[in-house]
Each structure stands twice: as structure tokens, then as C-alpha cells.
């Protein structure tokens, strides 16, 4: 069984501060993908990163950065810098890599309000 | 182009009526997904097709029929829903599980409404 675990239902932050939003995940498989997406108000899920078990480099991208620990099963994303934009719900997801299982384990979701 | 379109953006129906949301993607794709997603809850998987076969039916009233005519294209007939089926309906696509770039690319969703 999966399992994802997103601690915070919302986030409220004032413009230019960091945020980070936690995920802490359960899985007997050794060998798995985690992803976070972003979703705003439009709706649409946007995909943002896909981290291989076996890979713990952690990841930068603008203002965005990755923490992968395989030792504490979490996956934490930080928002540096946060800007109105970033406004959104977040989820953090896993999947089986060996399995032909094409089924994404979501976690319940962090909404980032980020004030001006 | 990483882009999946759905029509409609929204859709009202009544309960006897038979409407059909709609989901087109030209990123080479070989696996389509349909979720269904309630306000302030993740996706919740619905059907997924791997080449055009379905291969996951998590279960879904047959109310919801799906149907993947090509590689491309992806539908979902709906026929005597009720009012809870009222949902965020999200498409999905992404390469298949022996490729090693399996994220899956969404849509904007049809916010469907059943009256």
C-alpha cells in the first residue's frame, strides 16, 4: 500500500517570504517516482517535478528547489522568494516504477495563499 | 507542445441527459487518464487507457462509459448522472510505464454540473 502525507491544509505567507511544504510518503516498493504538481484556481494540474527513488539529488529550478531524504521518506518543496502567483494548491504524489500500476497515490494537498 | 485540451470548459446536464466530455493530445502519449475531482480534495482516478486498451476501471458507475477512438483523442459519455457526479473532470496523458518519463500531463478540466 501507498500512502502520501501532506501535514498542511493551507499556508498563508506575505509576498518575498519562502515557503516550504512538507510530504512524507509510505511505500513497501523499493524502487518508485514522487512528483509534486501545482494546481491554481483555473483548475488545471500543472506538473513540476518527477524524482526517481534512486536518485536523492536534490533540485533547483528558479525559485524553486526540491529536498528528496529517502532516510526520512519526505519530499519537501520550497518556494523561495513567494510571489502572488504561486497562489495555488499543491499536491505532492507517488508512483510504483516496477509495477505496470499507472495509478498516481495523491496526498491531500497544501493550498499556498500568498499575499501582496 | 506539452499541452492536453478538453471541451467543454463547462457543462450543465440535467439528469436524463447524454452529454460527452471530450480530451485531444499530440504529445505522442500512449496512456490517457480520466479523474474525477471534488472542491478541496486530490484527483481521483478514473479509467486509464494503454494503447488505446483500457486498463484500469477503478470501478466507476457504468454511467460513465469511456472510449479512446485513437492515440490522440480521449472521451467520456455520460449518460443519467446524478447530482453528485458534479465534479472537476481532469484528462490526463503521459508515456507508458516502460518509458522512464512517466508524469502525466493534464488538461484544464470541465467543470460539469448535473442539475
Known amino acids: 500500500a501507498q500512502k502520501v502525507t501532506q501535514a498542511q491544509t493551507e499556508i498563508s505567507v506575505v509576498e518575498k517570504e519562502d515557503v516550504t511544504l512538507d510530504c512524507v510518503y509510505e511505500?513497501?516498493?523499493?524502487?518508485?517516482?514522487l512528483f509534486w504538481y501545482k494546481q491554481p484556481p483555473s483548475g488545471e494540474l500543472v506538473f513540476l517535478i518527477r524524482?526517481?527513488?534512486?536518485?536523492?539529488q536534490n533540485e533547483i529550478s528558479g525559485r524553486y528547489s526540491w529536498n528528496f531524504q529517502k532516510s526520512t521518506s519526505s519530499f519537501n518543496f520550497t518556494i523561495t522568494a513567494s510571489q502572488v502567483v504561486d497562489s495555488a494548491v499543491y499536491f505532492c504524489?507517488?508512483?510504483?516504477?516496477?509495477?505496470?500500476?499507472?495509478?498516481?497515490?495523491f496526498g491531500a494537498g497544501t493550498t499556498v495563499t500568498v499575499r501582496a | 507542445d506539452t499541452e492536453v485540451t478538453q471541451t467543454p470548459k463547462h457543462l450543465v446536464m440535467g439528469m436524463t441527459n447524454k452529454k460527452s466530455l471530450k480530451c485531444e493530445q499530440h504529445?505522442?502519449?500512449?496512456?490517457m487518464y480520466w479523474y474525477k475531482q471534488k472542491a478541496k480534495k486530490p484527483p481521483e482516478l478514473m479509467f486509464v487507457?494503454?494503447?488505446?486498451?483500457?486498463?484500469i476501471n477503478e470501478s466507476v458507475p457504468s454511467r460513465f462509459s469511456p472510449e479512446c477512438p485513437n492515440s490522440s483523442l480521449l472521451n467520456l459519455h455520460l449518460h443519467a448522472l446524478q447530482p453528485e457526479d458534479s465534479a472537476l473532470y481532469l484528462c490526463?496523458?503521459?508515456?507508458?510505464?516502460?518509458?522512464?518519463?512517466?508524469?502525466?500531463?493534464f488538461g484544464p478540466g470541465t467543470r460539469l454540473t448535473v442539475t
Open positions: 490526463a496523458s503521459s508515456h507508458v510505464r516502460d518509458s522512464l518519463s512517466t508524469e502525466q500531463y
Open positions: 511505500t513497501r516498493d523499493t524502487t518508485y517516482y
Open positions: 524524482r526517481n527513488s534512486f536518485d536523492e
Open positions: 504524489a507517488l508512483s510504483n516504477l516496477i509495477s505496470n500500476d499507472y495509478k498516481l497515490s
Open positions: 504529445m505522442g502519449h500512449r496512456a
Open positions: 487507457y494503454s494503447y488505446e486498451k483500457l486498463s
